[in-house]
């Protein structure tokens, strides 16, 4: 597949394994001349900030990172934030710097959780906090309609008022994160905005990924419903029946 150029490697947790473990998975990746990027989705900055501090192997990771960008291929370490009091301590700050210092980019990304950071002075400090220690913001994501996310969940209207308000917040450089963004079955979606298009009160939505390259970027609009949190719960508007993606969706299933 020699179209393919960006690897995630998530889990679970990639990082809980050991670096030699890791390593055997990258190192192939390196020989691969079309692999521009890979990525590694982690959660350990936060809960184990030791792992690139002091664990045995700590420096051993970090030598895998500087090879990955010895080879020419761009490594980000995707960390997973929810509060910026998780980047307050100053291993968790020493963390960051160490990877920094290997050459790979950090860029942060998190879910909006009831009871925990639904508000938008919480995420104005995160993603302020972030750029002040090189972290690029990344993305704001929709609770999954998974688990125990009737704990968690938040409804999209609310969630479009924190992302824009926190947004407001906030200068340039750190208005990089995307959101509020929904990991749907269809595709990764966006939550743009609510607005009144001839009388009607809708949200404004847009593909970030699809199942097809060209719905990416197309806008769409669904019924105002204070209620959702879930694509799933959303209805077209302006009366129409389907959604533009929805029967070429079908046919995807089908085959």
Not at 11 to 27: F, Q, S, W, Y
Not at 59 to 65: A, G, I, K, S
Request: net charge negative; hydrophobic share 40%; no cysteine.
């Amino acid at each position: 597949h020699p179209e393919i150029t960006d690897v995630l490697i998530t889990g679970g947790d990639p990082l809980v394994m050991k670096t030699k473990n890791l390593r055997a998975h990258i190192e192939p990746l390196l020989e691969l001349e079309q692999i521009r990027t890979i990525r590694i989705g982690s959660k350990a900055l936060t809960f184990w900030p030791q792992r690139v501090v002091s664990d045995d192997d700590a420096q051993d990771l970090l030598d895998l990172f500087q090879e990955v960008q010895a080879n020419g291929k761009h490594l980000a370490l995707m960390a997973h934030y929810n509060h910026w009091q998780e980047l307050e301590t100053d291993i968790a700050r020493e963390a960051v710097r160490r990877v920094r210092a290997t050459g790979a980019v950090i860029r942060a990304q998190g879910p909006l959780l009831a009871h925990i950071n639904d508000n938008a002075d919480d995420w104005a400090r995160l993603w302020q906090t972030q750029v002040e220690l090189g972290i690029i913001p990344y993305y704001m994501f929709v609770e999954r309609d998974t688990g125990a996310r009737r704990y968690f969940e938040v409804p999209l209207a609310k969630a479009w008022e924190i992302y824009r308000d926190a947004m407001k917040q906030v200068s340039g450089i750190a208005r990089t994160a995307r959101g509020p963004s929904m990991s749907s079955h269809p595709g990764k979606v966006e939550i743009q905005g609510v607005t009144e298009i001839n009388g009607e009160k809708v949200f404004a939505l847009r593909f970030i990924q699809g199942r097809n390259h060209d719905w990416v970027q197309r806008p769409f609009f669904a019924k105002y419903n204070e209620e959702a949190t879930w694509l799933n719960h959303l209805e077209p508007a302006f009366g129409e029946e389907k959604f533009f993606f929805e029967d070429e969706l079908a046919e995807m299933e089908s085959e």
